[in-house]
C-alpha cells in the first residue's frame, strides 16, 4: 500500500519562501508528483521527479531523496495567488495511478 | 484543446436517487482516472479505465458505485441509491498511454440531500 504524509497549513508572507515536505512509505515507486489545487478547482500539475535531485521551474522547485522517502516543494518570492493547496502524490509501480496526499494549504499574507 | 470536461458541475440528488457524473478526456487521451474528494481532504482514487476496459477498480466501494469507458462517448461514473456520505467533488483525469502527467477536470460536485 501507500502511505503519503505531508502537513495539513503552512502559513508564510509575501515575497517569503516557503518549503512543503512530504514523506512517503509504499510498496513500489515510480515517480513523485506535485499539484497546486486553489479552492473549488481542478488540481494543476506543478512537478515531477522520479530520480535523487533537484527539479527547477521558475518559482518553483521540487527535491526528491528515494532512499530517504522524501521529497519537497520549494515556492520562492511567494506571491498572494500562490495561496492553494498543494498535493504530493507517489505514482505506483506499474505506472497505473497517483496515491495523493492530504494535500498542504498554503496561505500566502500580505 | 478543451482539456477534461467534466458534466455537471453540481448535481443534488434525494437519498435513494441515482448519480450520474460523465467525463470526456482530452483529445488524443484514451486513460481515465476517477478520484473523490472529501471536503479539506486529498484526493482518493476511485477507479482507472481504459476504452471499454476497467484496469484497477481497486479503490471503487463494492456496491452501488461503477464506472465505464465506452468505445464512443464520454466516460461515466454511476453511483446507485446515494447516501449522505457520497457528497463530495469527483474528479476525472485523463492522459496519454505512456505519459508521466495527469490532467484534471473542473470536478463535479455531488450534494445528497
Known amino acids: 500500500g501507500q502511505n503519503i504524509d505531508q502537513p495539513t497549513e503552512m502559513t508564510a508572507t509575501e515575497g517569503a519562501i516557503v518549503q512543503i515536505n512530504c514523506t512517503y512509505q509504499t510498496s513500489g515507486f515510480n515517480g513523485l508528483f506535485w499539484y497546486q489545487q486553489h479552492a473549488g478547482e481542478a488540481p494543476t500539475f506543478l512537478s515531477y521527479n522520479v530520480l535523487d535531485g533537484l527539479e527547477e521551474k521558475g518559482r518553483f522547485s521540487s527535491f526528491l531523496s528515494r532512499s530517504k522517502g522524501y521529497s519537497y516543494l520549494l515556492l520562492k518570492e511567494l506571491q498572494m495567488k500562490d495561496s492553494a493547496s498543494y498535493l504530493c502524490?507517489?505514482?505506483?509501480?506499474?505506472?497505473?495511478?497517483?496515491?495523493f496526499g492530504g494535500g498542504t494549504r498554503v496561505l500566502v499574507k500580505p | 484543446n478543451a482539456g477534461v470536461m467534466q458534466n455537471p458541475r453540481h448535481l443534488v440528488r434525494r437519498r435513494g436517487q441515482e448519480a450520474r457524473l460523465r467525463c470526456s478526456p482530452m483529445k488524443g487521451h484514451s486513460h481515465v482516472y476517477w478520484y473523490r474528494q472529501l471536503p479539506e481532504e486529498g484526493l482518493k482514487f476511485m477507479v482507472y479505465?481504459?476504452?471499454?476496459?476497467?484496469?484497477?477498480e481497486s479503490g471503487m466501494p463494492k456496491e452501488r458505485f461503477s464506472a465505464e469507458f465506452p468505445k464512443e462517448g464520454p466516460s461515466i461514473l454511476r453511483i446507485q441509491q446515494v447516501v449522505r456520505g457520497d457528497s463530495a467533488a469527483y474528479f476525472c483525469?485523463?492522459?496519454?498511454?505512456?505519459?508521466?502527467?495527469?490532467?484534471f477536470g473542473a470536478g463535479s460536485r455531488l450534494t445528497v440531500l
Open positions: 502524490a507517489v505514482r505506483d509501480a506499474a505506472g497505473n495511478k497517483l496515491t
Open positions: 483525469a485523463s492522459s496519454h498511454p505512456g505519459a508521466n502527467v495527469l490532467t
Open positions: 479505465l481504459q476504452k471499454e476496459n476497467i484496469i484497477d
